[in-house]
């Protein structure tokens, strides 16, 4: 689509979705790459329908986990509508990432050779309107808050096998400099001697990511990005069973009053 007509039409799905929108606990949970889901006129982006629900679309059972999270912790989440290779919404607008015409040795033939308008149509109409309900959500969370900086969670998946390594981790804890979260998850989980949980694994907090770095970093609110491996959550009963997991960490780790408030780091 190389035209500066609308994306979004009236069959299509929503940029994102807010869960628990009446919660007054000071908790946001963000799921970037909740949906494999294509606007109707990029036609699919020339994928095969195998190739969609591959994990170079989505994150695979990520906003299944999300959602029970969201009921277990009675917080507000939001989750995006749009695959990420329609554009990555946990990636910096415009930089090299943000709309990939090859994924995981995978091209993408409807991402080569956007024009201005087409990438700007992506942004406006379904990675903007995501980020503002987040920075929406937040701060009404914040202003309601009773002084309360909220936490913000973001969950993710992550396939288990990658450029031919596969990945021992059942679950990675990502972090930069702020350890509030992340450094009493990280003992939480590591308390269940079966897990092999990763620190900064398989990816790393330092890099990049779009997100956490805006919405977290950047204002001092306590964030942690949590990334569980796709062939647990492959149905229901897994998506159960690692939000129970992911859960009871949160639970403990979030009755730490003093986690709410500004700092930066």
């Given at each position: 689509?190389?035209a500066?007509?609308?994306l979004?039409g ?5 940029p994102?979705?807010v869960?628990n ?10 799921c970037?790459?909740?949906s494999?889901?294509i606007?109707i ?14 994990h170079?679309a989505?994150?695979?059972?990520a ?5 029970i999270?969201?009921?277990?912790l009675?917080a507000l989440?939001v ?9 990555d919404c946990n990636?910096p607008?415009?930089?090299?990432t ?11 033939p409807?991402?080569?050779n ?12 379904v990675?903007w309107?995501?980020?503002h309900a987040?920075?929406?959500?937040l701060?009404h969370?914040w202003?309601h808050?009773?002084g ?6 973001a969950?993710?998946?992550f396939?288990?096998v990658?450029?031919?390594f596969h990945?021992p981790?059942h679950?990675g804890?990502?972090?930069n400099r702020d350890?509030?979260?992340?450094v009493?998850?990280l ?5 269940h001697p079966?897990?092999?949980?990763g620190d900064?694994?398989p ?10 770095d805006?919405h ?5 609110l306590?964030h942690v990005?949590v990334e ?8 229901s009963a897994g998506c159960?069973?690692?939000?129970t997991?992911v859960?009871d960490a949160?639970v403990?780790v979030?009755q730490?009053?003093?986690?709410y408030?500004v700092?930066?780091?």
């Amino acid at each position: 689509m190389n035209a500066s007509t609308s994306l979004l039409g009236p069959n299509d799905p929503p940029p994102f979705t807010v869960i628990n929108p009446t919660s007054q606990v000071p908790i946001i949970l963000v799921c970037d790459h909740a949906s494999n889901a294509i606007p109707i006129a990029l036609a699919h982006l020339g994928l095969t329908p195998e190739m969609r629900m591959r994990h170079i679309a989505w994150d695979i059972g990520a906003a299944e986990v999300t959602r029970i999270l969201a009921e277990r912790l009675d917080a507000l989440a939001v989750l995006c509508g749009y695959s990420r290779l329609v554009i990555d919404c946990n990636r910096p607008p415009g930089g090299p990432t943000s709309i990939a015409e090859i994924s995981d040795n995978t091209p993408v033939p409807g991402n080569r050779n956007l024009d201005d308008a087409a990438a700007d149509a992506r942004m406006n109409e379904v990675f903007w309107p995501y980020h503002h309900a987040i920075t929406q959500s937040l701060a009404h969370r914040w202003r309601h808050g009773h002084g309360q900086a909220p936490a913000l969670i973001a969950i993710h998946s992550f396939t288990q096998v990658m450029n031919g390594f596969h990945r021992p981790w059942h679950i990675g804890i990502l972090w930069n400099r702020d350890p509030r979260l992340a450094v009493p998850l990280l003992a939480r989980l590591r308390t269940h001697p079966e897990l092999c949980v990763g620190d900064n694994e398989p990816y790393s907090g330092r890099n990049v990511g779009f997100t956490m770095d805006t919405h977290g970093a950047a204002a001092g609110l306590p964030h942690v990005e949590v990334e569980i491996r796709q062939d647990l959550l492959a149905d229901s009963a897994g998506c159960m069973h690692w939000a129970t997991v992911v859960g009871d960490a949160l639970v403990a780790v979030l009755q730490d009053e003093t986690l709410y408030k500004v700092q930066h780091y």
